[in-house]
């Protein structure tokens, strides 16, 4: 390739352009670095809210239950339609609780009362009775006092709870000692308890009401954590609880992961629930972090390389305008100079012009000197614009004060006539006419003189004024 053809792709308007392409596809490379790396602490940020948030809102609901059922007990139940009242409400403000029961110290001078209250209730003989027995006649051995389960609404009729011996349920043991010695809320293990006729794995949360009452809230955990949670689940995160008490790997609830986990980035937390310890577990899916960076990354490199490309378009576009202007600059230079030129021209042109104007007249003014007369011009009003010097040596009289004035004041009388029709015959037949009359010079003396006129005519204004010129003479005037 030769030079000729190399060196416009060198040019500015090439290069130029050509660099700033280069220089923000590389600024927009390192915004997208920038970016993934913003976009990654970002989405772990947002996985830590999260996390955060699973754990506050299985808080809250723990904690708004155990208010709920304390109120419950505040209600100060004495009957089975009572309770059945209370109860309903606190069903319906938790949809997801399987069924609630009051369980109550009973002393045994009141057992046969309470035995006739639950007969009557149930319709059917009811004694205290242990809670894998429903048979009437298998009643508790006598004691001191007696730790029953008094009223009891479940979601499943089939079934009642109602006179079960609380503490002679194994799972439920140790944790209502706990609850009625220290006065808090505890927890049972996941397990299969049938007491409603409906076998299911159940957790019941004790929550103290008083020294000698418990209420019992028995919910499926994978039902009730799944509509805890299920507001801020999503596929993109999968999410699983444990009982770390129970020291089991089967989970108490988990939401599957909707593509491959990302193990590096799993958050826990720890909750407690009474006496139990529950672990929330939320793992990330592998596509989260590129489903977040891939829509940022291509915005910002559709906006980086139109940007660049702009720039490239617009910077190309002025180059080009700049080398336009610069020819035409070039151009207008060139003409400049010959505009220059030519008028110096004109200038020397005008000043040789002007001299011969000046020679001419001074030729003029010479030779009116030397024939000894003078010349004016009149407009057609024959008022005196333009009068010779030698009109003050004829005249006697200022060329001031002959200027301006009409010089028919300066006809002697006898010949106004005639030089008014001397000037109506250089209009009319277009040439000079010549008379001989006086003018009247200072102290009204006549001066005889010979008079050329010559009248100025215009195409479209007629007549505009006279050219004449005045020569003494020696003889009388003569009346034509």
Do not use: M, N
């Given at each position: 390739m030769s030079l000729a053809r190399i060196k416009p792709l060198l040019s500015p308007l090439t290069l130029l352009p050509l660099a700033l392409v280069l220089a923000g596809a590389l600024l927009t490379w390192q915004v997208d670095v920038s970016s993934r790396d913003d976009t990654r602490r970002q989405t772990e940020r947002w996985l830590a809210a999260q996390q955060l948030g699973y754990t506050l809102v299985l808080e809250q609901r723990l904690a708004l239950m155990q208010e709920s059922a304390r109120r419950l007990a505040d209600a100060r139940i004495n009957s089975l339609q009572q309770f059945r009242h209370q109860a309903t409400g606190f069903l319906e403000q938790y949809p997801d609780v399987r069924g609630v029961e009051v369980?109550?110290?009973?002393?045994?001078?009141?057992?046969?009362?309470?035995?006739?209250?639950?007969?009557?209730?149930?319709?059917?003989?009811?004694?205290?009775?242990?809670?894998?027995?429903?048979?009437?006649?298998?009643?508790?051995?006598?004691?001191?006092?007696?730790?029953?389960?008094?009223?009891?609404?479940a979601r499943s009729t089939s079934g009642t709870t109602a006179g079960i011996l609380a503490d002679s349920v194994p799972l439920w043991r140790q944790e209502l000692a706990t609850t009625l010695s220290e006065q808090t809320l505890t927890a049972t293990a996941l397990a299969s308890l049938e007491l409603d006729g409906t076998p299911a794995q159940t957790i019941r949360l004790f929550v103290p009401a008083s020294g000698n009452e418990v209420i019992a809230v028995a919910i499926?955990?994978?039902?009730?954590?799944?509509?805890?949670?299920?507001?801020?689940?999503?596929?993109?995160?999968?999410?699983?609880?444990?009982?770390?008490?129970?020291?089991?790997?089967?989970?108490?609830f988990e939401y599957p992961l909707s593509g491959e986990a990302l193990p590096a980035q799993t958050l826990r937390t720890e909750v407690r629930v009474g006496n139990r310890q529950w672990m929330v577990t939320t793992v990330p899916a592998h596509g989260l972090f590129q489903q977040a960076t891939a829509r940022s990354r291509q915005t910002i490199w559709l906006v980086g390389l139109a940007s660049s490309a702009f720039a490239a378009i617009l910077v190309a576009w002025l180059l080009a305008g700049r080398r336009r202007d610069q020819r035409q600059r070039a151009l207008a230079d060139q003409s400049r100079q010959q505009l220059t030129q030519r008028l110096d021209n004109i200038g020397v042109e005008k000043h040789i012009l002007h001299q011969a104007l000046a020679e001419s007249g001074d030729r003029s003014r010479d030779l009116v000197r030397l024939v000894g007369g003078f010349v004016c011009e009149l407009d057609e009003d024959l008022r005196i614009g333009f009068v010779s010097e030698p009109a003050t040596d004829m005249l006697r009289i200022a060329v001031a004060e002959l200027s301006g004035h009409s010089l028919l004041q300066r006809v002697a009388p006898s010949y106004r006539d005639n030089f008014i029709a001397t000037l109506k015959a250089a209009r009319e037949e277009r040439q000079m006419q010549r008379i001989d009359l006086d003018l009247l010079g200072a102290d009204d003396q006549p001066v005889p003189v010979t008079v050329r006129v010559l009248a100025q005519l215009h195409p479209v204004d007629g007549c505009t004024g006279y050219r004449l010129s005045a020569v003494p003479r020696h003889s009388p005037a003569r009346e034509d």
């Open positions: 369980i109550r110290r009973i002393p045994d001078a009141l057992r046969d009362l309470i035995e006739a209250q639950l007969s009557q209730e149930a319709q059917q003989p009811v004694r205290f009775r242990d809670w894998q027995s429903e048979a009437t006649d298998d009643a508790a051995p006598e004691s001191d006092q007696y730790l029953v389960v008094r009223w009891a609404l499926t955990p994978e039902r009730w954590l799944g509509a805890t949670l299920g507001g801020q689940l999503t596929a993109q995160l999968g999410v699983k609880v444990h009982d770390l008490t129970q020291h089991t790997k089967a989970p108490l």
